[in-house]
């Protein structure tokens, strides 16, 4: 968000200056004060719109935007066949595809309203299974690796969900992007000493980013059925905590997944977001 910013601030820099290059060179300096005004005004406008479209994860945007995007672009794939400003809707498995604040960040978000991880239709064995389209599509070539080629391998990519507490969009959305680099190779070196095993042991955790995780290791190439990692979570803390938890699936070198789990504490204030565990530029997975 910030390098957005940013470079939307030098580009602006760079047209104030041209304009009075220009305008200094021309005969007409004595609107030169309206011209810069005007240039000033779009600058703003643009800004605001760079930063507006980067705030899912700021406070001061209505926690129905998501959704609202979603009926667009379900309309728009309806009437005129593009997912706009969607990148792809899938009407039969009742999902779509969109575009997150990072650079390479991208969101599935179901097109039925649910509001987020606590909701327990999303929890069952026949749950319709949005980690494994997720994971479907962090995986296809036209997803993150159009934007980071150097992502070739499923130990490159993360997906994650914030808690109830942490997120500000009060309709479910899954985080596809790479996964930090020493985040993989902690999962890895936490396999190879068992301290990861194939479910998540109470009391014993794994600190990533400086937060603890409860892991669990699936050696299969599943994320649906019984292998649904909200179903996998509240198996181990109960549905009634469900809305305190934070996910990321993550890919395995051998095949297979790891499932993160970490909870918020309302007594430390933390809030889970198991996001952070992301690179949402890529620029650690080289």
């Known amino acids: 968000m910030k390098s957005n910013f940013l470079l939307k601030l030098l580009e602006c820099k760079y047209l104030m200056n041209s304009f009075l290059i220009n305008l200094g060179k021309s005969n007409i300096r004595k609107y030169r004060s309206k011209y810069l005004f005007l240039v000033f005004l779009t600058c703003f406008i643009e800004l605001s719109l760079t930063t507006t479209s980067n705030s899912q994860m700021t406070e001061n ?28 809707v899938d009407i039969n498995n009742k999902y779509v595809v969109a575009n ?24 069952q064995s026949n749950s319709r299974n949005y980690w494994q389209y997720a994971w479907k599509k962090a995986t296809d070539k036209d997803y993150i690796r159009s934007k980071a080629p150097q992502v070739k391998y499923p130990e490159q990519i993360g997906l994650a ?19 930090k680099k020493v985040v993989s190779e902690e999962l890895e070196k936490g396999e190879k000493t068992r301290e990861i ?55 395995r070198k051998q095949g297979g997944f790891y499932i ?4 918020s504490d309302t007594q430390s204030g933390y809030k889970a977001v198991a996001e952070k565990l992301l690179d949402e530029d890529c620029s650690t997975q080289k």
């Open 100 to 123: 997150g604040s990072k650079p390479v960040d991208y969101l599935l978000v179901p097109t039925d309203k649910i509001s987020g991880i606590e909701a327990p239709q999303i929890s």
């Open 260 to 263: 993160l789990n970490t909870q």
């Open 197 to 251: 095993t194939d479910r998540f042991q109470s009391q014993k955790y794994v600190n990533l980013e400086g937060n603890n995780y409860s892991i669990r290791l699936l050696k299969n190439d599943s994320l649906s059925d019984y292998n649904n990692p909200f179903l996998l979570v509240k198996e181990f803390v109960g549905q009634t905590k469900m809305e305190e938890q934070s996910i990321a699936v993550v890919g």
């Open 61 to 88: 945007v209505p926690r129905d935007l998501l959704w609202n995007k979603v009926q667009k672009c379900i309309t728009n794939q309806r009437e005129i066949h593009k997912p706009d400003p969607c990148v792809y």
């Open 161 to 179: 969900i914030n808690s109830k507490q942490a997120r500000h969009q009060d309709q479910l959305h899954i985080h596809m992007s790479c996964i």
